[in-house]
């Protein structure tokens, strides 16, 4: 079993920069996919970034955002820059079963309770 619990969010202006953080305990740390995932008020959960032995983006945030991880320190970040009025979102961090993990949410079976990030244009 894996828990995991980010911290991080907040509320910041366009152009502004947030960093989010997740803390993982249960397993070891480096045999699993993690991925961050958000949810805006009236839409489905979407994916953000994934790190693996590579780190994906969405298209959405790709070149603004940036995923890492320290499996020395159990923790992952994403680090989130220009952001926008349409990033806001609850801000969710995930775990996969293993190594191998994509886009789609039914692929990661640990989540954390998320964190609000909100930005004002």
């Known amino acids: 079993q894996v828990q995991l619990v980010e911290s991080g969010g907040g509320l910041v202006q366009a152009g502004d920069s947030l960093r989010l953080s997740c803390a993982a305990s249960g397993r070891a740390f480096g045999s699993y996919a993690m991925g961050w995932f958000r949810q805006a008020p009236g839409k489905e959960r979407e994916f953000v970034a994934g790190i693996n032995w590579r780190t994906y983006y969405a298209d959405s945030v790709k070149g603004r955002f940036s995923i890492s991880r320290d499996n020395a320190k159990n923790t992952m970040h994403l680090q989130m820059n220009s952001l926008k009025a349409e990033d806001t979102a609850v801000y969710y961090c995930?775990?996969?079963?293993?190594?191998?993990?994509?886009?789609?949410?039914?692929?990661?079976?640990?989540w954390g309770q998320g964190t609000q990030v909100t930005v004002s244009s």
């Open positions: 995930a775990g996969a079963a293993g190594l191998v993990a994509g886009t789609a949410s039914n692929e990661y079976r640990y």
